[in-house]
């Protein structure tokens, strides 16, 4: 069994690469917070039971790609390589057509951050218990 099959790992780096990509979006923002006209962008929150299902269900095996000799190398799944943009419409646009808020995007910034950080510390630790149960240090 790889590791990228164990549900924890599979649900855990699907949120990573979210998290990964919400970052990259929330910087676009920052960089665009003088353009006129420019609409603040943000992902689509992930559903955990859409993710669950994803990561348990027989649609997995369908997903991946199949190796046909054994000398061949398995590649990861690129499914969750891109999510669902919308537009955020948590704050009104200035006389310019801008609805970039700086305050909101460093507050949306730092979280996704806080966010980042505990999955892969979770990833770390779930990696470091299953080293624990097969005896190495």
Not at 33 to 56: E, I, M, R, V
Not at 110 to 116: E, H, N
């Amino acid at each position: 069994m790889d590791l990228p099959d164990i549900p924890l790992l599979s649900m855990l780096k699907t949120r990573m690469s979210w998290l990964n990509q919400r970052q990259d979006v929330l910087t676009q923002n920052v960089a665009n917070a003088d353009t006129p006209g420019y609409a603040a962008q943000d992902l689509k929150q992930l559903d955990f039971a859409d993710a669950l299902s994803k990561a348990t269900g027989p649609s997995q095996a369908a997903s991946q790609l199949v190796v046909t000799d054994p000398r061949h190398i398995a590649l990861p799944s690129a499914d969750n390589s891109s999510f669902e943009s919308i537009e955020a419409g948590d704050t009104e646009a200035s006389p310019n057509g801008n609805s970039v808020s700086l305050e909101q995007e460093m507050i949306k910034v730092s979280d996704t951050q806080a966010q980042f950080q505990a999955a892969t510390n979770l990833y770390s630790k779930a990696l470091s218990m299953m080293r624990t149960a097969i005896g190495q240090p």
